[in-house]
Nanobody, 124 residues
Framework: QVQLVESGGGLVQPGGSLRLSCEAS????????IGWFRQAPGKEREGISC?????DIKDFMKGRFTISRDKAKRTVYLQLNDLEPEDTAVYYC????????????????????WGQGTQVTVSS
């Protein structure tokens, strides 16, 4: 099972930005899709974006969030821009090694390794 460690969360004012990081304990990201999810208080966890092992990016929320990866660092990033109070949530990354990570989608099901989450709070 892949171990994932998120970092980069914190308290930010509305309109601010954060970059979240997800470091994976794997020799290579060439066999895993990595996804970012978030769970706001009282709500279900929802998919934000994912990147396949081939580098294909799927975005499930329009506009303000951008996923990227650094294969050499085995790290996937999520850039959060123009943050709003409604973006307050715990943000998780997850790994899916099925099908050698060549596909990914917004659903949690295929992702079988999860990080501990990082809290993002947007407030003035």
């Amino acid at each position: 099972q892949v171990q994932l460690v998120e970092s980069g969360g914190g308290l930010v004012q509305p309109g601010g930005s954060l970059r979240l990081s997800c470091e994976a304990s794997v020799s290579s990201l060439d066999f895993y899709a990595i996804g970012w999810f978030r769970q706001a208080p009282g709500k279900e966890r929802e998919g934000i974006s994912c990147v396949t092992s081939n580098g294909d990016i799927k975005d499930f929320m329009k506009g303000r969030f951008t996923i990227s990866r650094d294969k050499a660092k085995r790290t996937v990033y999520l850039q959060l821009n123009d943050l709003e109070p409604e973006d307050t949530a715990v943000y998780y990354c997850a790994a899916d090694g099925s099908l050698a990570g060549q596909v990914c989608g917004p659903g949690e099901g295929p992702f079988n390794s999860w990080g501990q989450g990082t809290q993002v709070t947007v407030s003035s």
